[in-house]
């Protein structure tokens, strides 16, 4: 007897939904998207309706043929990629490769991999939803042109290899704006006042000046603070008011997948990229001990605070067990999502909320544990009680000023019996006070302030950005600020994003050139008109003509008129008056002729704390005595990020570079490094394979005929990666800060990284398969496990 075939797009939901279904059911992988446009040419008919030219991804060719045979002996084959957008354009791809060979084809999906949705999904099975299909393939070929037209447009005038985006060249203009805004800020000072002050009961308490002279407090000078502290020295500090009630605060509805990236990111200092990494184990399926293989949480992309009848009903009877009838509101909360969400899903929620987070723990890495306890601490407490505070605001007088004093006391955890305090709650108890009571003045203190410039976007805050102005959608959030960091347009400083010298300069020549695509509210236009394709009201061929009605003309004239570089810098250049502009090179960013290459000068430049260039005055050109060995012209000292070198003066012809040190007199002599040292033998071109080290640090392996052979792979530690049933090695790498860590050389697929070199384990306390060595100022050079809360540390050996 023939099975049914369910296809599902992991293979870690094909071990989840075997387990529960019987011998008549054959479960298989289409391990993501099967086909996709083509990665050497652009792939879409610009004249023929922009018909796609879809192929078999290169690699996927065995998948395919798996698939094929066993569709053709089973009697029906039932589609369940993810229930979104991008499964449906998968399940789509599957049935377009499957069709010669099965037509029995049906779609399913589910929301939460357990025994319950599988099957009802089996029993009502759908055709595939072609008008959701068509958004994502409108969305497809969209970034696609944009991509493939502007790309080459920035190769040109900006620098080889970069790229733009339709919806990430927005985000990053967010992040340059952001910017800009800092570097005019001007800051503006200003003064606090607090005073100590003690009534008839203990303890004393704090108040803050609020009203000056019948207004607002707006101390502006050392002069004004100083004449205010002396007006309210010999002054009486009475209370004239005193106001006292009970407030109630709500709990905050489930998780959706932007609010689940903001609050990994602000509480556990996840990127949206590894929170949702983890959100996808945790849906598609873990080991439990004895329950085998089990998912935990429902479908984590979703704009929808929705949840099934039955998950409320399991959240109350966990609350009346667990915490008591008073902790369950009168009536079972209902939350309302945004007009423009897409209510086909539940928000992100436990699968079983009998499942505790202590009951897991044991099972589950301490990332994936921390990300399931997020969710199943918000998803209860949606559904739990008020908590309620006593607040009481004191108003005390003294002469012309007028202070405030703002306390409250908790009543009734209510919801926060699970999240506990989030950071947002300061409770603050004042003691027993009356009206018309005169107060003790112990001490007052002033304190100078400025003004400070907009923050910068943390991942937290740009996420929020993004939902709110209608940028992208959940399941795009995570994609979007990883291609902007991908593409050195942006970098991390103290966990917020600082565009870069190319950022800025690429961000700018799209906002000049291609305004409508680069306008926020163009943007979020078009991702309603792509939910309206989606809904059926409107043609995706439709939506793709009128855009490139405006888009064609636009890339015409950015071609003809885009300048080489980016902003007018105003610095003409010295050998032959023309403008200077920003250039990239392997080494950096610096100042170039705009008359190249007729004029080859170039000078190097920083920015001081508004943002404008400062052209660094180069130093007079020191003989080193050292001569190339490549091409035998003198090596000259220059500088880089990274500090000086010893580069060839025929460059750039000769690329030639060495490391140097002087001696005690003061004598340049060539370090000989690691990176001379032959390590092997090439595989394409059998000559000597080196150490070299990359722009920021990391070392690699390539090969010495470099740049006739451009064969290189990464330094390998030799240490296997930990991460269960992966296969790859650890290898060093380095940030774009020059930060040196190890990473899985399977990444993405395998994203484990440590920032210590490892050694093999085990660790003799929790058992982890790697150690690292670490080096600190308290403990010296000493063996430590990487697992978090392990703490086992040795002497080196």
């Known amino acids: 007897m023939s099975k049914d075939l369910i296809v599902v797009e992991s293979p870690a939901k094909v071990k989840t939904i075997s387990k529960f279904l019987g011998k008549n059911y054959q479960v298989a992988a289409s391990v993501g998207h099967v086909r996709d446009l083509p990665k050497n ?50 399940g789509w791809h599957v049935a377009a490769i499957l069709e010669d060979v099965n037509k029995n084809v049906s779609r399913i999906q589910f929301n939460e991999i357990t025994a319950r949705a599988v099957k009802e999904a089996l029993e009502n099975p759908q055709p595939l939803n072609e008008q959701l299909f068509d958004s994502q393939q409108a969305r497809r070929i969209l970034d696609r042109l944009v991509g493939y037209k502007i790309s080459p447009i920035l190769w040109k005038k900006v620098k080889r290899g970069i790229s733009a985006g339709r919806v990430q060249s927005v985000a990053l203009k967010l992040v340059v704006e952001r910017e800009k805004e800092r570097r005019v800020f001007i800051p503006e000072e200003y003064w606090l006042f607090k005073a100590e002050l003690e009534g008839n009961n203990p303890p004393p308490f704090s108040a803050d000046l609020w009203k000056f002279k019948g207004k607002k407090a707006e101390i502006s000078s050392a002069e004004q603070a100083e004449a205010l502290e002396k007006s309210v020295q010999d002054v009486p500090f009475k209370i004239t008011d005193l106001t006292e009630k009970e407030r109630k605060r709500n709990p905050l509805p489930p998780y959706i997948t932007s609010t689940l990236q903001q609050d990994a990111n602000r509480r556990l200092g996840y ?59 009168p009536k079972a909360r209902v939350f309302k999502s945004k007009g423009s969400a897409q209510d086909a899903h539940e928000a992100v929620r436990p699968v079983d909320a009998a499942i505790q987070p202590d009951d897991v723990k044991p099972f589950l890495p ?48 209510g919801f926060m019996r699970v999240t506990g305090k989030t950071g947002d709650e300061k409770l603050i108890e004042l003691p027993k006070l009356e ?34 102005k209608g940028i992208g959608r959940p399941s795009t959030y995570a994609a979007i600020i990883s291609t902007i960091q991908d593409r050195e347009y942006v970098v991390i400083e103290e966990k917020k994003f600082v565009p870069t010298e190319l950022g800025f300069v690429v961000s700018d020549q799209l906002s000049e050139h291609f305004k409508e695509l680069m306008d926020v509210g163009f943007t979020a236009a078009m991702e309603k008109q792509l939910d309206d394709v989606a809904e ?6 439709s939506l793709m003509r009128t855009f490139a009605d405006g888009f064609y003309p636009t890339l015409e004239t950015a071609q003809k008129e885009m ?8 610095i003409m250049c010295e050998k032959c008056g023309a403008p200077m502009v920003i250039k990239f090179g392997r080494t950096g960013e610096f100042l170039g002729c705009s008359k190249y290459p007729e004029c080859k000068s170039i000078v190097n430049f920083t920015r001081d704390d508004k943002g404008q260039i400062v052209v660094l005055e180069d ?66 071109c059998k000559g000597d394979l080196i150490i070299k080290r990359a722009r ?11 740049p006739d052979c451009k064969f290189a792979k990464p330094f390998s530690t030799g240490v296997k990666c930990p991460k269960e049933g992966c296969k790859g090695e650890l290898v060093e790498k380095s940030s774009r800060r020059g930060k040196i860590f190890f990473s899985c050389d399977q990444y993405p697929d395998c994203d484990y990284a440590v920032w210590y070199p490892p050694i093999d384990g085990p660790c003799p306390k929790c058992g982890h398969p790697v150690l690292v060595k670490k080096t600190t100022k308290a403990k010296g050079t000493h063996i430590a496990c990487p697992e978090k809360g392990c703490g086992y540390t040795q002497e080196e050996e």
């Open 563 to 570: 300048k080489r570089g980016g902003e007018d810098t105003g």
């Open 41 to 90: 040419k652009l792939g879409v008919d610009e004249e023929g309706d922009f018909t796609p030219q879809y192929q078999i991804i290169p690699g996927k060719e065995d998948v395919v043929s798996k698939l094929r045979k066993a569709a053709a002996k089973a009697d029906h084959v039932y589609l369940a990629p993810d229930p979104d957008r991008e499964g449906e354009a998968i």
């Open 435 to 468: 009206i018309g009571e005169n107060l003790k003045v112990n001490k007052i203190d002033k304190e100078q302030k400025f003004t400070q410039p907009p923050a910068r976007y943390s991942e937290a805050s740009l996420v929020r950005e993004l939902e709110e």
């Open 619 to 684: 130093q007079p050109a020191e003989d080193t005595g050292v001569l190339c060995e490549k091409c035998g012209l003198p090596m000259a000292i220059k500088r880089s990020s990274r500090g000086e070198f010893l580069g060839c003066t025929g460059y750039p012809e000769c690329r030639s570079i060495k490391n140097f040190a002087r001696d005690d007199d003061g004598v340049i002599k060539v370090v000989e490094t690691e990176e001379s040292q032959v390590v092997g033998v090439c595989p394409d």
């Open 696 to 706: 920021t640090g990391s070392r690699f392996i390539a090969c010495s005929n470099y």
């Open 271 to 329: 990127s949206a990229k590894r929170t949702m990494t983890l959100a996808q184990r945790l849906y598609e399926g873990v080991e439990l001990g004895d329950k085998g293989t089990t998912a935990l949480i429902t479908y984590m992309r979703t704009d929808s605070v929705r949840i099934a009848n039955e998950a409320r009903d399991a959240a109350k009877k966990l609350i009346l067990e667990k915490y008591g009838k008073e902790f369950y509101p």
């Open 536 to 541: 059926g009201k409107l043609q995706w061929t």
């Open 366 to 413: 301490a990332d994936q544990f921390k990300v399931y306890k997020l969710i199943w601490d918000r998803f209860i407490a949606s559904q739990m009680a008020q908590a309620r505070f006593w607040d009481t605001v004191v108003t005390v007088e003294a002469g012309e000023t007028i202070w405030r004093s703002k306390g409250e006391r908790l009543l009734f955890p």
